[in-house]
Nanobody, 123 residues
Framework: QVRLVESGGGLVQAGGSLRLSCAASGRTFSRSTMGWFRQAPGKEREFVAAIFWHGDKTYYVDSVKGRFTISRDNAKNTVYLQMNSLKPEDTAVYYC????????????????WGQGTQVTVSS
């Protein structure tokens, strides 16, 4: 059974930092694209960041560029999201996603999803 399990969410003040992790099990994703999405209350789920299997290609939504960094450790089958300079508008449930095709991940149509971790940024 394939599982993606997010961790690292929590409550932080504006300007603070959090590091999210997503650990995969059940199969290797070392050759897969992995990404992060988020969904705020009353809003649709939105793309945040994606990373290609070799880690050299990344892509971010404009609102997090320069503040968030996605990275991965293929030996640990884990993807990370370092979030700095957090803002109240970053408050959301953050989801990890994985798929073998880059465009599928970015489009939000991944085959595999985690259950999410809550991030709350207070002003």
């Amino acid at each position: 059974q394939v599982r993606l399990v997010e961790s690292g969410g929590g409550l932080v003040q504006a300007g603070g930092s959090l590091r999210l992790s997503c650990a995969a099990s059940g199969r290797t994703f070392s050759r897969s694209t992995m990404g992060w999405f988020r969904q705020a209350p009353g809003k649709e789920r939105e793309f945040v960041a994606a990373i290609f299997w070799h880690g050299d290609k990344t892509y971010y939504v404009d609102s997090v560029k320069g503040r968030f960094t996605i990275s991965r450790d293929n030996a640990k089958n884990t993807v990370y999201l370092q979030m700095n300079s957090l803002k109240p508008e970053d408050t959301a449930v953050y989801y990890c996603a994985a798929d073998d095709i880059w465009s599928t991940v970015v489009a939000g149509r991944s085959d595999y999803w985690g259950q999410g971790t809550q991030v709350t940024v207070s002003s």
